[in-house]
């Protein structure tokens, strides 16, 4: 008997409480950023013959005469000074840079230093392939906010030529009936530069900060340490209570194109940001949560430490993450391959709300949501035991086929905005009434709590 299309997606009832917006985010390859080009991008990094390539670009262009370094900068100008800000001190900055591979030579002229420092870098397009992976907080400013409303932040995981991720932003509104906007992209777009540049050794803290004249989409953190260098990834941002003061942080995925390591990102601004290594036998795999507050005076995250099961972990001072208590295992079809967060957990008086996501059958990738005691995180007192969100059929094909995912959701009133991944290629977004998707969720047994503790491995 022939199947129809789609005829099990059909099947399968989404949740009726889910309003899908129709609002989108899609990669633009028109968008791009100037970054270090040449034999060897990094200067420390070049070996004797890389050097010599560089002194022999260097060599060229000190062999034009002056009218012919003037008509070719101009004409490097003519085609590239409208897609970026500032790039004539770009232009200079990458030759400074570069000094220390350059052998002995004559005074540069400004227009030869220009010049030099545009052959050492190249365009590139960083959301080409996928903008995806959302998260949503606060925006820091409320002016402008309508009535009964919210300005909001969107982090996007962007990704281009390579596969290589960086993080980048998006602004918007959320009115009073729950409907969004989200502000309209620019068309330029800025690496972060080092606010400190002495301090770039793996695994010491960084500090980047972007001008304060462009808007927030053109703000791009792209991998910085050698833990960074293929990707930073899947950023969970949360507003943070932070003794009365608001700290926005968020841990994400190092990838250097081999292994990879949890980091934190923190900002109060959206200008400047630090990012941290986490160190511990908790912060060695990917999707760490944190609360938007400490729990008993200590930090809490919800963590997947063996691919598969969810544990709760603290730390008594944010950068150090040992132990924790597993919580929560699959325990339905959707969920069989594995669990892991789906941001961090949202406040409630019911208790936290946590977004999951599950693996299920031909790795279909869907998300569902836990209710966990706000006093005892560890203690889980609801689940969906249907997802909440599956790719609708619309949504199934993309660079990686049948996922539907999200970084962090925000509340908002008695609704939960959830922006989310359709398979990891572009965002969309949907709003939940609270109630009902408390409603929907379904209480768990002691027994259920006690298997899990028995069966989930230390």
């Given at each position: ?25 899609h990669?633009?390859p ?6 270090r080009?040449?034999?060897?991008p ?23 005469g002056?009218a ?18 500032n ?7 990458r030759?400074?840079?570069?000094e ?6 004559g ?9 030099i ?7 590139y397009?960083?959301?080409?392939a ?12 409320q ?5 009964g ?14 596969h ?6 998006r602004?918007?509104?959320?009115a009073?009936d ?5 502000d309209?992209?620019?068309r330029?777009?800025t690496?972060?530069t080092?606010?400190?540049r002495?301090v770039?050794?793996d ?14 989409s053109?703000?791009?953190i792209?991998?910085?340490?050698a ?8 950023a ?10 608001t700290v926005?942080?968020a ?5 250097d ?5 949890s980091e ?5 601004d959206f200008?400047?940001?630090r990012m ?10 990917k999707g760490?949560a944190?609360f ?6 200590r930090y809490?995250m919800?963590?997947r430490?063996?691919?598969e099961n ?11 993450w040992?132990?924790g208590v597993?919580?929560?295992r ?12 789906c ?16 693996v299920g ?10 209710l ?8 889980v007192?609801?689940r969906s ?5 599956r ?5 199934r094909?993309?660079y990686v086929?049948?996922?539907v ?14 922006p989310?991944?359709?398979s990891d ?21 002691a027994?259920?709590t006690?298997?899990?503790?028995q069966?989930?491995?230390?």
């Amino acid at each position: 008997m022939a199947i129809r299309p789609n005829s099990i997606e059909a099947a399968l009832p989404l949740a009726s409480f889910l309003n899908r917006q129709a609002l989108h985010l899609h990669p633009d390859p028109a968008r791009v950023v100037v970054r270090r080009f040449g034999p060897s991008p990094d200067p420390r990094d070049m070996n004797p013959r890389d050097k010599l390539r560089a002194n022999h670009i260097v060599a060229r262009v000190m062999g034009l005469g002056q009218a012919a370094a003037a008509s070719q900068l101009a004409e490097v100008l003519e085609n590239f000074n409208g897609r970026h800000r500032n790039l004539l001190e770009r232009f200079e900055a990458r030759a400074d840079e570069m000094e220390e591979v350059f052998t002995a030579h004559g005074e540069f002229t400004s227009t030869q230093r220009q010049l030099i420092g545009s052959y050492f870098l190249h365009e590139y397009s960083f959301e080409a392939a996928a903008l995806f992976n959302p998260s949503i907080v606060s925006h820091p400013d409320q002016s402008g906010a309508p009535p009964g409303g919210r300005r909001f932040i969107l982090s996007v995981r962007a990704v281009g030529e390579g596969h290589i991720s960086s993080l980048t932003f998006r602004s918007g509104t959320i009115a009073a009936d729950g409907s969004l906007s989200v502000d309209p992209t620019s068309r330029l777009a800025t690496i972060a530069t080092f606010r400190n540049r002495m301090v770039r050794l793996d695994g010491d803290d960084v500090e980047v900060v972007f001008a304060s004249d462009g808007d927030i989409s053109e703000r791009v953190i792209f991998p910085i340490t050698a833990s960074q260098s293929n990707g930073i990834e899947d950023a969970r941002f949360v507003e943070f209570d932070e003794d009365g003061r608001t700290v926005f942080r968020a841990t994400y995925t190092a990838y250097d194109g081999r292994g990879i390591r949890s980091e934190l990102i923190e900002t109060t601004d959206f200008l400047s940001f630090r990012m941290s290594p986490l160190r511990g036998s908790a912060a060695v795999n990917k999707g760490m949560a944190l609360f938007p507050r400490r729990i008993d005076g200590r930090y809490a995250m919800i963590a997947r430490q063996d691919n598969e099961n969810l544990y709760l972990v603290y730390s008594d001072d944010l950068m150090n993450w040992d132990g924790g208590v597993a919580i929560l295992r699959p325990q339905y079809p959707w969920e069989f391959i594995q669990i892991g967060t789906c941001g961090s957990p949202i406040e409630l008086d019911e208790g936290w709300l946590l977004f999951t996501h599950g693996v299920g059958p031909v790795r279909r990738y869907a998300i569902g949501a836990v209710l966990l005691d706000k006093r005892d995180p560890s203690k889980v007192l609801a689940r969906s035991r249907e997802p909440l969100v599956r790719p609708a059929p619309s949504e199934r094909e993309g660079y990686v086929p049948n996922v539907v995912y999200t970084c962090g959701a925000m509340r908002h009133r008695d609704q939960i905005v959830l922006p989310y991944a359709v398979s990891d290629t572009y965002c969309n977004f949907a709003t939940i009434r609270i109630e009902a998707l408390l409603q929907a969720l379904s209480p768990i047994t002691a027994d259920e709590t006690h298997d899990l503790r028995q069966d989930a491995p230390p």
